[in-house]
């Protein structure tokens, strides 16, 4: 007999593939949210589903393969950055060159822990089907990128891990960011923000290396 667990995940596979209609059959389903400002269902299953506590040792030890994608500077990175037990040279370069400030097009050195945080959230979703690549909207950025933004009322904090190398900001098309923030809290890896917005991308999740803690922005 299916599991509840089970259903929920052949709900993600058929939400990844634009094909779930979003309706319930009765109070053991999941829930599912469709905002009128947002033409594309997303799925919002309970948080626990997505619980990286529940991984065994084989989920860290294999390669490790990135997909990422910077929709601003329409790029995009596909590679293997990590195999026995250790960070690939030139791929931490690339990875580090995708996650640079785009607008003032500099560089930094971006915290590993940061860069495994963000494959393993989506190393953990490609498991139930969920193949779209990681969207990145904002990694490195300078003291002035920073504060033009904070200038122009966008959420910056003033000392923001972002000038450390130590923060990114990201989503995955199609996946609830209610739902991607309580899977990236469950690596306790550092800080989560939950930024929630009713467009037809939606919003994002901010993660970083920093103390753990969450909010809403």
């Known amino acids: 007999m299916s599991t509840r ?7 993600l596979i058929l939400t990844a593939s634009g094909l779930f209609l979003g309706q319930r059959d009765s109070a053991a389903s999941p829930t599912f949210v469709q905002s009128s400002d947002d033409k594309q269902s997303k799925l919002k ?6 619980d990286a506590q529940a991984l065994d040792m084989d989920f860290w030890l294999k390669p490790r393969t990135i997909d990422w ?3 601003a500077s329409g790029e995009r990175l596909k590679l293997l950055y990590w195999k026995d037990g250790e960070i690939l040279g030139s791929a931490y370069e690339q990875c580090c060159e995708i996650l640079r400030d785009i607008h003032a097009d ?7 822990k940061l860069i495994e ?7 953990f979703i490609n498991q139930l089907g969920m193949t779209k690549p ?3 909207l904002s990694g490195y950025r300078t003291p002035e990128s920073n504060q033009r933004l904070r200038e122009e ?18 989503r995955i098309a199609n996946l609830h960011e209610e739902v991607l ?3 990236v809290q469950s690596f306790r890896q550092g800080g989560v923000g939950f930024y929630f917005r009713a467009s037809k991308q939606g919003g994002w999740i901010h993660a970083d290396t920093g103390l753990k803690r969450s909010w809403q922005g």
């Open 153 to 170: 009322g966008i959420p910056a904090a003033r000392k923001s891990l972002h000038m450390d190398g130590k923060a990114a900001d990201f």
């Open 181 to 183: 923030g309580e899977l």
């Open 106 to 112: 500099k560089t930094a050195r971006i915290d590993p």
């Open 5 to 11: 667990r089970d259903f929920l995940k052949r709900s």
């Open 134 to 136: 990681l969207e990145l």
């Open 69 to 71: 994608t910077r929709p």
């Open 117 to 123: 945080t963000l494959w393993a959230t989506q190393a």
């Open 45 to 50: 299953p309970p948080p626990d589903l997505f």
